[in-house]
Structure formats: structure tokens, C-alpha cells
């Protein structure tokens, strides 16, 4: 696959576990079988997917699972960053050799604040690692997460080195633009946006691809609005926006992956549980999430 070819409704889909904290294979894969009529990729064990609350051999086994279960329907772009180069390369190179079709990793957390040459060589080692034509490196572009932003100087930089692919998850259009403008001279070079929430700002910015948290639990919602947009059918495409907008500040009423959880539940998928420190969200919570998704027509 190349970058470019990494395109539409992209889910960073959720893993599951037991309550007890175990991984739940059967959960991962009733998860993926809900969402893979409706999508065009897969991007897993970010932050959605609880990767940074696994060790790495739990890492490794989750995408396993995820590539069995997916069996090349769809291209699967594993998130493998870690807080450190060495294990970020090491889930890569597993990622490649389990049939991954590329990788994509966040800067280093719980190291704010690193130089732009540090940054730099710790994605050059990724690259230096696994990158190829046909196996595509992806930046994740979250300061929010990693306190470590991606410049457009930056991206620039590791373009010119051999990355081909960014996931900007700033919600920032003005930022898109300018992510946008520093690879311009790299045609086959694929900046993905990294939300539901600005779909159609960033698609007709150029966008081909999103990276969206609500495609685990409505992906024929944004299906829906991706034929539309692509269909040039304008109005409807942005009630669409509008109504995914409403059910994304459902999901921001608490905290965001355990109400993904509960509401695949109520859609009667076997999702498992979150990991901790995630919580099951409170019976109060639970009754709130249900009912507007009953006003909304959507359960």
C-alpha cells in the first residue's frame, strides 16, 4: 500500500478486554466484524486502542488479532509509538513482518518539550527501520497527547527523508493548510486529518482520509457522509456533519473510550470492556448517553 492509497472513513478502532484486564480476543474481533462494511482502513492502538496502556507483547498480540480478523479487507496502519525510539522501532518492525500495511506513531510523551533534531532522529530511526514505498510511515501529529508538536518545518524535514504520510489530529484547519503547503513538492504524500469533527473543512482543504473515533460506534453514519461529500451532494453531507457533531459531544460527556464501550453494548456488540484506568462510566452517564442516542433515533 502506498500512502496515497490510505483513503476514506479510517477507524482508530477500539481494543477490548476482560473486566479482569485481559486482552478479549472475541471482543476485538465482534468490534471489527460491526465496522468493516462501512470503512476504508484501519488505524489501531493509539489512543483509541489503549496502546499506551498495554506492554508491547500485548501490543503485538491485539494486532495480530486485528490482521487476522481484518484478512486483508482493508488496509491496517498500526500505531506503534511509544514514549521511546527502541520500542516505537520494535513494534514497527513486528507490525511490518505480521502484515501490517504501514505504521504510524505519535511523537515521544512524557518528554515535553524536545528539540526539533531530536524529534527528528527519533523518526528517522523509524524510518531508517521499516520504511519502504509499499510500507508507509506515518507521523501522529497530537501535541495534546505528546506534548511534543509536529511542525510544518518538521514534517518538511522527514519528507524529505522518505516519510510519506501524517495523521494531524490538532483540529486545526489553519495548521492542515500549512502541513499541506510543507510537503506540496511530494505528491504521493497523504496528510490525514485525525477527526470526525472537521470532515468537511478538511476535505475540501484536499483531505482524502480520516482518522475518525466514531467510526467504532456509528461507521455507516460517516459512510453515509463520505458517499455524500464524494457524491457532491453538499447539503446533505454537511446534516451529516451536523448530526455527527451532536453524537461526538455525547461521547465527550465523560470520558470518551468507556461511553464508545457502553454504546456499542447498546447496539449489541460484545465490546468488551476498556482498559483501566478506564472505568465503566456510571449508571447516570449510561441512562444520559442512552436516551439522547433514543432521541436521536440512533438506537
Known amino acids: 500500500m502506498k500512502a496515497k492509497e490510505y483513503i476514506g ?10 473486566r479482569e484486564g485481559k486482552i478479549y480476543e472475541k471482543g476485538i474481533r465482534e468490534i471489527i466484524k460491526a465496522s468493516l462494511p462501512y470503512i476504508e ?29 481484518v484478512n486483508g479487507r482493508v488496509p491496517v496502519v498500526a500505531h506503534v509509538g511509544c514514549a521511546g525510539t527502541h520500542p516505537t522501532v520494535e513494534l514497527a518492525e ?22 526539533e533534531d531530536a524529534l527528528f532522529a527519533h523518526f528517522a530511526a523509524l524510518l531508517d527501520a521499516v520504511n519502504e514505498e509499499d510500507f508507509p510511515v506515518y507521523v501522529y501529529n497530537n501535541h495534546h497527547y505528546s506534548q511534543n ?15 510519506r504520510g501524517c495523521k494531524d489530529s490538532s483540529f486545526d484547519l489553519v ?19 485525525g477527526t470526525e469533527a472537521i470532515f468537511m473543512g478538511a476535505f475540501d482543504a484536499g483531505a482524502i482520509g480520516m482518522v475518525c473515533g466514531m467510526g467504532n460506534i456509528f461507521p455507516e453514519l460517516l459512510e ?9 451532494e453538499r ?19 465523560g470520558p470518551t473510550v468507556p461511553i464508545m464501550h457502553e454504546i456499542l ?16 462510566i456510571d449508571d447516570k452517564l449510561r441512562d444520559k448517553v442512552k436516551t439522547e442516542l433514543k432521541a436521536l433515533k440512533l438506537i
Open 265 to 280: 453494548k447498546m447496539r449489541g456488540i460484545d465490546a468488551g470492556y476498556p482498559r483501566k484506568p478506564h472505568l465503566e
Open 149 to 163: 508538536p509536529i511542525t510544518p518545518k518538521l514534517l518538511k524535514r522527514l519528507a524529505d527523508y522518505g516519510l
Open 224 to 232: 453515509k457522509m463520505y458517499e455524500q461529500y464524494l457524491n457532491g
Open 235 to 253: 447539503e446533505a453531507a454537511m446534516a451529516s456533519q451536523r448530526l455527527v457533531l451532536k453524537i461526538r459531544e455525547l461521547t465527550k460527556a
Open 41 to 69: 482502513g484501519l488505524y489501531p492502538i493509539g489512543t483509541y486502542g489503549c496502546g499506551p496502556l498495554m506492554n508491547a507483547d500485548e501490543r503485538k498480540k491485539t494486532l495480530e488479532i486485528i490482521l487476522d480478523e
Open 175 to 193: 495548521n492542515f493548510y500549512f502541513f499541506q503547503d510543507a510537503v506540496a513538492e511530494y505528491p504521493d504524500f497523504n496528510v490525514i486529518i
Open 9 to 18: 472513513i479510517i477507524p482508530p478502532i477500539l481494543s477490548s478486554f476482560t
Open 94 to 115: 513486528h507490525a511490518k513482518a505480521a502484515g501490517a500495511a504501514g505504521v504510524g506513531a505519535i511523537a515521544p510523551f512524557y518528554a515535553p518539550g524536545l528539540t
